[in-house]
């Protein structure tokens, strides 16, 4: 059967039981056949359609469809934008001719948004003062060790304020009195994504009223790789060399945007605490601690070779959606990306065993085995009272599977091996399994 499958060249195949998903090769993506249409009509012309030649066009453009023109601090943005404009025009990335309009339009959109926020920010001065959100629990983790899972199971006991989708993607309503559209945005986006990129619902499922990663904060200011999609190595450079507690501060500041909506919106209720989950926070403890510095901190762990495959595979997937072919070394700079996070970690591990008052721990492999005994050690850390766990426990809609099957992963789809990935990052691997009892 995987021979007839290679030989028909399908790009993946689904086990009907288990629904678990065999990707065949990452590199030349089959869309559906519109798409490919598409694609092939506009790409001689898309660089007409789509320019990506200044920065100041995107902003103007941004500020002609909102009337806004105050963009904050455009020290804060206008670096990463640069580079990641010159990525596309230094030809560290390929886009398809669809690819160069999402992207664009992508830009645009994240442009909106800061438009809006200063809007809003400017108009309510009082945020900075007066909402408070130094408390958040944060899951702390490398990419793909079930964090996902801890957060869904989390925000379904209703004890946190989460984040959802598109809150993320579209923070605030500008001008205040106009309709809100932006959930039904968000789905209509969503159903484009699993229309020409299926395998996203088992590989990282999202909803526009699911839960969300605060990263995607991060886009406004341009510090984020949005996805790798545009991101070469111009902008991955820009990345290196950013401040970490200023990216934070901005993360900070938008969570006091959201919490300051709810409190207009129900001004009788207490704040719930916040609920944060993204991959890159592991290399950034320290920052984390100084920017919320009452927060609790639980960390995953699990095994690099099985966390880095995954990670990969989804960023080459993910990329697909927007450059054909996708290349293979895209997969190695994911995972110097990844491993570089994990370095940090380690590095403020050596500093002394972390307060076991704000630090809590989790090996992947017990959360899979029983997702419900971890959850509830995550409970008692936070001194969560018994008599909400007991009702919590017989809640079952919590313990909801949060995709169908899985994606069996091969460094071999990555063209690499996991011999050759071990032996790169040998001595990092055994230091990290050793601290955590891998």
Aim: overall charge negative; glycine content about 6%.
């Amino acid at each position: 059967h995987e021979a007839i499958d290679r030989l028909t060249e399908k790009q993946y195949v689904i086990n009907e039981e288990s629904g678990n998903v065999k990707i065949w090769q990452m590199t030349n993506q089959k869309y559906p056949p519109v798409m490919t249409a598409l694609n092939f009509c506009i790409s001689p012309f898309a660089k007409f359609i789509a320019p990506l030649d200044s920065h100041v066009d995107l902003m103007e453009k941004a500020t002609k469809e909102t009337g806004l023109s105050d963009f904050g601090d455009e020290a804060s943005f206008v670096p990463g934008l640069k580079s990641m404009i010159q990525s596309v025009q230094n030809g560290e990335v390929t886009l398809t001719g669809l690819g160069r309009i999402d992207a664009q339009t992508t830009l645009v959109k994240v442009l909106k948004s800061r438009l809006k926020i200063e809007a809003f920010w400017k108009a309510h001065t009082e945020i900075d003062w007066a909402i408070d959100v130094s408390d958040p629990v944060i899951i702390v983790s490398m990419p793909r060790t079930g964090s996902t899972l801890v957060h869904e199971m989390l925000a379904k006991t209703d004890l946190f304020r989460t984040l959802s989708f598109y809150e993320a993607t579209d923070p605030v309503v500008w001008p205040e009195e106009a309709e809100d559209t932006r959930v039904e945005n968000a789905e209509q986006f969503l159903d484009l994504v699993y229309w020409y990129r299926p395998l996203m619902n088992t590989l990282h499922k999202m909803r526009a009223r699911g839960v969300e990663e605060e990263r995607v904060f991060e886009q406004l200011i341009f510090s984020d790789s949005i996805d790798t999609f545009y991101s070469g190595e111009s902008f991955a450079k820009h990345v290196a060399g950013l401040n970490q507690v200023e990216v934070l501060k901005h993360v900070k500041r938008m969570l006091q945007v959201l919490q300051y909506q709810d409190y207009r919106e129900n001004p009788g209720a207490k704040p719930k605490r916040w609920l944060l989950k993204s991959p890159p926070h592991v290399g950034r403890i320290e920052e984390l601690l100084e920017v919320f510095p009452n927060a609790q901190i639980i960390h995953l762990h699990r095994s690099p070779s099985d966390t880095m495959k995954s990670f990969a595979t989804l960023g080459l997937y993910a990329a697909g959606a927007v450059m054909n072919p996708v290349p293979l070394e895209r997969a190695k700079d994911i995972v110097a990306m990844g491993m570089k996070w994990l370095e940090n970690w380690v590095a403020w591990r050596r500093k002394g065993e972390p307060d076991r008052e704000r630090h809590f721990d989790i090996l992947s492999r017990h959360l899979f085995k029983d997702p419900k005994v971890s959850l509830f050690g995550v409970l008692d850390f936070l001194k969560v009272p018994e008599k909400a766990q007991q009702f919590l426990k017989k809640k079952d809609s919590i313990w909801a599977a949060p995709r169908p099957g899985k994606v069996v992963h091969t460094f071999g789809n990555l063209g690499w091996s996991e011999i050759e990935f071990r032996e790169q990052y040998m001595e990092l691997i055994r230091e990290y399994e050793h601290i955590v009892g891998l």
